[in-house]
């Protein structure tokens, strides 16, 4: 009797298949229920703010809404944007019927150790480029006016809590559920990671075609960088380092965060300099990944084994003779023990005599 081979592990974007529990549908109403919930939560989210701004006497914009301001409006924005998070991991858990964790890497969980790595190569090489941009001149002549510390401090305080969330609620959705839900159904990563970058553009508006390619390229950068390394680590170190520097370059300049510009609006020379740090930081992850070689599968569930034969003979194998009907039983001839004397008591000892207890 052969023993059938162990399933092949899975890489990340196939992850939706370690579930003994997976069905085709569970992907597609997953993503119904991602979206629906995120927009409920959002809606809630702004409208609580909403009211309490009014109540606290903040002045309306044009369109009747609470202006809080550069910072605390960004920070709400911001904060929109990172309660994808809890809403796409509780869709893990109770639609994908596996472990919340199995969207961060391979092994279960988020592996730090390997994102700091990532965060120390990503911060000098988009500096770089981001160094490059600054120096390019500004759009209609405009020139940089310098907000002060007193923006400047808390505003990037800010930054460095919430653009974080932001990112990884980001990538989370992007390159974590939507790449593995297109990869319950294919095989290729190819084609689980690029309908996530084209919809990661189309999320962030249509500016200019130079910006919507740009986003297209972040998109795909990461989703290769989160399947080659097993894990959405170093997408994630990549969106939060490039969009620190983005937020604090704009909070440094006087109503710079009140912009409503984003990568979507791009011009060619900025979106040149953008691509080539995003494919500096890729070679530069490939590189460390050679050096500190990471977990890139993982082990596939296993198939339900037959039902145990509990108290049941084993059929009889072909060329070799059926067991004997007295199999269990003593061997024909074997003389049995005798019977106790007294069946309640056992059998009696000869040394024990006849004499009543006293």
Same mark, same amino acid.
């Given at each position: 009797?052969?023993?059938?081979p162990?399933?092949e592990?899975?890489?990340y974007?196939r992850l939706a298949?370690l579930?003994?529990?997976?069905r085709?549908?569970?992907?597609l109403v997953g993503t119904?229920v991602?979206a629906?919930?995120?927009?409920?939560?959002v809606?809630?989210?702004?409208?609580v703010?909403?009211?309490w701004g009014?109540r606290q006497g903040?002045?309306?914009?044009?369109?009747?809404? /609470?202006?809080?301001?550069?910072v605390?409006?960004t920070a %709400?924005?911001?904060?929109?944007?990172?309660v994808g998070?809890?809403v796409?991991l509780?869709a893990v858990?109770?639609?994908?019927?596996?472990p919340?964790?199995?969207?961060?890497s391979v092994?279960?969980?988020l592996r730090?150790r390997?994102?700091?790595?990532?965060?120390?190569?990503?911060v000098?090489?988009l500096?770089?480029?981001?160094?490059?941009?600054?120096?390019?001149?500004g759009?209609h +002549?405009?020139e940089?006016?310098?907000?002060?510390?007193t923006?400047?401090?808390?505003?990037?305080?800010?930054?460095f /809590?919430?653009?974080?969330?932001?990112?990884a609620?980001?990538e989370?959705v992007?390159?974590?559920?939507l790449?593995?839900?297109?990869g319950?159904?294919?095989?290729?990563? @190819?084609f689980a990671l690029?309908?996530?970058?084209v919809l990661?553009a189309a999320?962030?508006g249509w500016? =200019?075609? &130079?910006g919507?390619?740009d986003?297209?390229?972040f998109? !795909?950068?990461?989703g290769?960088?989160t @399947?080659?390394?097993?894990?959405l680590e170093?997408?994630v170190?990549l969106?939060t380092v490039?969009n %620190?520097f983005?937020?604090a370059?704009?909070a !440094?300049?006087?109503?710079?965060?009140r912009?409503?510009?984003t990568?979507?609006?791009a011009? @060619?020379?900025?979106?040149a300099l953008?691509?080539a740090?995003i494919?500096l930081?890729t070679?530069?992850?490939?590189? %460390?990944?050679?050096?500190?070689?990471?977990?890139?599968?993982?082990p596939?569930?296993?198939?339900?084994g037959?039902?145990?034969?509990?108290a =049941?003979p084993?059929?009889? /194998?072909?060329?070799?003779?059926?067991p004997?009907?007295w !199999?269990g039983?003593?061997?024909?001839? =074997?003389?049995e023990?005798?019977?106790?004397r007294?069946p +309640?008591r056992?059998e009696i000892?000869? &040394?024990?005599?006849? +004499?009543?207890?006293?």
């Amino acid at each position: 009797m052969t023993t059938p081979p162990p399933p092949e592990p899975l890489p990340y974007h196939r992850l939706a298949r370690l579930s003994v529990h997976h069905r085709w549908w569970r992907p597609l109403v997953g993503t119904l229920v991602v979206a629906v919930v995120y927009m409920i939560v959002v809606a809630v989210l702004y409208g609580v703010a909403d009211e309490w701004g009014s109540r606290q006497g903040y002045p309306e914009d044009r369109d009747g809404f /609470v202006e809080f301001g550069p910072v605390p409006g960004t920070a %709400l924005d911001l904060l929109a944007l990172a309660v994808g998070i809890p809403v796409v991991l509780l869709a893990v858990c109770w639609i994908g019927q596996r472990p919340a964790g199995t969207l961060s890497s391979v092994t279960g969980r988020l592996r730090w150790r390997w994102l700091a790595r990532c965060a120390l190569t990503a911060v000098p090489v988009l500096a770089l480029a981001t160094g490059g941009m600054i120096l390019l001149p500004g759009d209609h +002549g405009e020139e940089f006016r310098w907000a002060g510390w007193t923006v400047f401090g808390p505003a990037l305080a800010m930054l460095f /809590v919430l653009v974080p969330l932001q990112a990884a609620a980001e990538e989370y959705v992007f390159r974590g559920w939507l790449t593995q839900a297109v990869g319950s159904w294919v095989r290729s990563p @190819w084609f689980a990671l690029l309908p996530q970058a084209v919809l990661f553009a189309a999320a962030h508006g249509w500016g =200019t075609p &130079w910006g919507f390619a740009d986003l297209v390229v972040f998109g !795909a950068a990461a989703g290769w960088l989160t @399947w080659r390394t097993g894990g959405l680590e170093a997408s994630v170190v990549l969106h939060t380092v490039n969009n %620190l520097f983005a937020f604090a370059g704009m909070a !440094a300049t006087v109503d710079g965060l009140r912009s409503d510009e984003t990568a979507a609006d791009a011009t @060619w020379p900025l979106v040149a300099l953008d691509v080539a740090g995003i494919a500096l930081y890729t070679a530069s992850v490939v590189w %460390l990944l050679r050096r500190r070689p990471q977990v890139r599968t993982a082990p596939a569930p296993l198939p339900p084994g037959p039902p145990p034969a509990f108290a =049941t003979p084993y059929p009889p /194998v072909a060329g070799f003779p059926a067991p004997p009907p007295w !199999a269990g039983r003593p061997a024909p001839g =074997t003389p049995e023990p005798p019977a106790p004397r007294d069946p +309640g008591r056992g059998e009696i000892p000869p &040394w024990s005599g006849t +004499g009543s207890a006293r």
